[in-house]
């Protein structure tokens, strides 16, 4: 079965700093990875995929995130916090066997202070 | 913007009553599924259509039952609504026929409150 843990429920950074959000997985067949953003009252954005192509993955508005088998491990970074990043942050697993359905993490709040 | 709506924003609930829920996914969109978020937790697969037919399902009970439609629309339906069914559903559609990688797209969600 899959499941996802996002250590930190709450993170703050200082504008400008580096942001880090965490996410380890379990999954017992090569995993397809996901980090979804949730806005206040509003659904989830799709940040980035990773699909095995590349371990190191780009997505939107600075974001990357690292695959590391070894580690079980798909962390969420940024190198220049900004305001406007500030969100809910959701890893998500899902596997071939099961089709597309996400397995989510807990969320992850960052904040970002001036 | 996604291009997946839903319908309504919000909605209120008593306890034991039945509400419909709605969602219009992308064009071209064959599979769509649907997730209940509760209040600061993350969002939990409830079940998955493709092209109107169900595609697996969550650990929810038979009372959660959903249609999909040959013009891209979705309805979730809750009986005997309970007050712990009160959160945030999402729908979501993708492109494939669910496999693992498909990309989903979240419309932004209905508000249910049961009360």
């Known amino acids: 079965a899959q499941s996802v843990t996002q250590l930190g429920s709450h993170v703050s950074v200082s504008e400008g700093a580096l942001v880090l959000l965490r996410c380890n997985y379990s999954s017992s067949v090569p995993p397809y990875l996901f980090w979804y953003v949730q806005y206040p009252n509003q659904g989830l954005q799709l940040l980035l995929k990773?699909?095995?192509?590349?371990?190191l993955v780009k997505g939107i508005n600075g974001f990357e995130a690292e695959f590391k088998k070894s580690e079980t491990s798909f962390h969420l970074t940024k190198p220049s916090a900004h305001m406007s990043d500030a969100a809910e942050y959701f890893c998500a697993v899902s596997e071939e066997t099961s089709g597309s359905r996400l397995t989510f993490g807990e969320g992850t709040q960052l904040t970002v202070n001036p | 913007e996604t291009g997946v709506t839903q319908s309504p924003t919000h909605l209120i609930k008593t306890r034991g009553q039945q509400v419909t829920l709605r969602c219009s996914s992308q064009?071209?969109?064959?599979?769509v599924s649907w997730y209940q978020q509760a209040l600061g937790q993350g969002p939990q697969f409830i079940f998955q259509y493709y092209r109107e037919e169900e595609n697996g399902r969550g650990n929810f009970p038979p009372r959660f039952s959903g249609l999909q439609f040959p013009n891209y629309s979705s309805e979730l339906n809750v009986n005997a609504l309970e007050l712990d069914d009160s959160a945030l559903y999402l729908c979501?559609?993708?492109?494939?026929?669910?496999?693992?990688?498909?990309?989903?797209?979240f419309g932004p969600g209905t508000r249910l409150t049961v009360l």
């Open positions: 990773y699909t095995s192509a590349a371990t």
């Open positions: 064009s071209g969109h064959n599979t």
């Open positions: 979501a559609s993708s492109l494939g026929r669910g496999g693992g990688g498909d990309t989903q797209y």
